[in-house]
């Protein structure tokens, strides 16, 4: 029996993002806040430079804002999501908040919708929980079950009738 090393494993591979945002303030804090958290980032400043890396990279989600300089950012949300099918988390992460934007992004194929400034606690959860749930594709919460409608009952104190 071969004798397992610790070379013979590797690591498991940290799930990728990219970001595409043309603030480069923002791209790089991005990048270290998910970095420290455990993913790989690549940065693009332009929708063309975003659709080139992520061919190159196939990152497991997107962070995009939708105003962009080159390409309006939901005519990427769509150009991405033809590259990748369901298989990759698209979030459109923008400070963009005019009535019915968040529908017209989720008409584009984005998944998720998060306004600037975002919590980064959050943001990094639904990354993670995305990432391990290896199916990224966000579904709306579920609804609540109706209640059911069963007798009511009632407690008492008073002892029982005779």
């Known amino acids: 029996m071969a004798d397992p090393s610790p070379l013979s494993h590797s690591p498991p591979a940290r799930p990728r993002v990219l970001v595409v945002d043309e603030n480069p303030d923002l791209c790089d804090s991005m990048a270290l806040l998910l970095e420290a958290a ?7 400043a332009t929708a063309r430079d975003g659709t080139q890396l992520f061919e190159a ?8 804002e ?3 300089q080159d390409v309006d950012g939901l005519e990427l949300g769509r150009r991405l999501r033809a590259l990748s099918g369901p298989g ?12 019915g934007i968040r ?21 990094v959860a639904l990354l993670r929980q995305a990432c391990r ?6 579904s709306p ?17 008073a002892p029982p009738p005779p």
């Open 103 to 123: 529908h017209r992004a989720q008409q584009a194929g984005f998944d998720g919708f998060v306004l600037k400034p975002a919590d980064p606690d959050a943001l």
């Open 66 to 68: 939708l105003r962009l």
């Open 38 to 44: 455990g993913f790989d980032v690549v940065t693009a």
């Open 133 to 138: 749930d290896g199916a990224p594709r966000l």
């Open 57 to 64: 990279h196939r990152p497991d989600a997107v962070l995009s």
């Open 141 to 157: 919460p579920a609804a609540p079950a109706p209640p059911t409608t069963t007798p009511a009952t009632t407690a008492s104190t």
């Open 88 to 99: 990759t988390l698209l979030i459109a992460h923008t400070g963009w908040a005019m009535p």
